[in-house]
């Protein structure tokens, strides 16, 4: 029976997932390899898996070692990719066909840290299952309606025709959520939403009946909020001062603003919200409360981009599981209409929200969503 494969690939962990083909694909198996090298681990359906000797720089193999276990292997007919970034043209699931991936690598450069290590995933995949056909879904593409002024930045129209525009990631995240909303929240999914995709990546996304009309991340994944490791916003003067006074070029830049700030940064200590939360050191707690304040700010921000606000959704490994977090974004939002229910945000409850505001937190599931645009595709 024909199946879909999809695969997830972050900077440093790889999540996969088998799903039948039907118009609503249903899941059969899951697993993520997590981390590289001697540190990496192997987890299927929750259960961690021996990993012969712990190397996952190529995950492939892994997967299919799972697979054929599962005897599952020989039945995968398509293999769907998450792809960070699509540029302007890819705003729908697409067969990656030598061209396209001519165009997907030429858009490396705007995501250093994503796009080769998800193309060379996608390369190794054409080689592991050569039978099968290979569709890209993009991570830019929920965002591609958003209007001119949410889309642009203030610099001469040439570069915008060239590409230089806010596309905004996490999108294949955005999109689950809003399904999920409109299957178990019809009213709310109606109304304006503020989206917290809360991780080692972090972004909002203000949505208007499904449709994404701001989100805080833009020409890369390093703008918006602070994340584990990346900036976030940052005025530019601030690479001027780097470049003239500290001497670093572009791939100096790069490495440090992808790999050395962030949570990590401004703590000193960690890039993982787990270690601040436990550590007794007073620049962990400054770290998550620069954090926590800069997340507040932006639902205003996103608040204004939509006239109004009528729900927020926490989701993301941070934004489902941190109780500091969540409780810290919401203390200062009061003036919106939103108040903490205390005692369902210790419990982990899903609805957070106090007498207010309808207040979520969701986990989120990018691989279904990578499996239905394999789907869409008609195969």
Not at 98 to 103: A, Q, R, S
Not at 118 to 132: E, K, T, W
Not at 152 to 166: D, F, I, M
Request: net charge negative; hydrophobic share 45%.
């Amino acid at each position: 029976m024909s199946r879909v494969l999809a695969i997830n690939a972050g900077s440093s962990s790889v999540k996969f997932a088998v799903f039948t083909t039907d118009e609503a694909p249903r899941e059969l198996l899951r697993g993520h390899v997590d981390g590289t090298g001697a540190d990496a681990r192997l987890f299927v359906d929750g259960a961690e898996r021996d990993l012969a000797g712990g190397v996952a720089l190529r995950p492939m193999p892994i997967i299919l070692g799972v697979l054929e276990a599962s005897h599952d292997d020989h039945d995968i007919t398509v293999v769907s990719h998450r792809i960070v970034h699509g540029g302007a043209e890819f705003t729908h699931p697409e067969f990656l066909t030598p061209d396209v991936m001519e165009k997907l690598t030429a858009l490396e450069p705007l995501a250093p840290l994503h796009q080769p290590h998800d193309l060379a995933i996608v390369r190794d995949a054409m080689a592991v299952f050569p039978d099968a056909a290979q569709v890209g879904c993009f991570d830019t593409a929920f965002h591609a309606g958003k209007p001119l002024e949410a889309n642009c930045y203030a610099l001469p129209r040439a570069l915008y025709a060239e590409g230089v525009r806010r596309y905004g990631f996490h999108g294949l995240s955005y999109d689950y959520i809003s399904g999920a909303l409109r299957a178990r929240h019809p009213d709310l999914a109606r109304g304006r939403v503020v989206i917290a995709h809360l991780g080692s990546g972090a972004s909002l996304a203000a949505v208007v009946d499904g449709v994404s009309v701001a989100t805080t991340m833009g020409f890369s994944a390093l703008d918006g909020l602070p994340m584990g490791t990346r900036t976030g916003d940052l005025d530019p003067g601030v690479l001027l001062y780097l470049m003239d006074q500290k001497g670093m070029d572009s791939a100096a830049l790069s490495q440090f603003l992808y790999k050395k700030c962030g949570l990590l940064g401004l703590s000193g200590i960690s890039n993982d919200m787990r270690v601040l939360e436990a550590s007794a050191a007073p620049e962990a707690d400054e770290a998550i409360t620069y954090a926590t304040y800069r997340v507040r700010r932006e639902i205003g921000a996103m608040a204004a981009a939509m006239g109004g606000i009528d729900g927020i959704v926490f989701t993301g490994g941070i934004g489902e599981n941190s109780v500091r977090v969540r409780s810290e974004v919401l203390a200062g939002l009061e003036f919106l209409g939103f108040a903490l229910d205390a005692a369902a945000n210790a419990a982990k409850a899903g609805s957070i929200g106090g007498a207010g505001k309808p207040v979520l937190v969701m986990p989120t599931n990018e691989e279904v969503v990578i499996a239905r645009g394999a789907v869409a595709k008609r195969l």
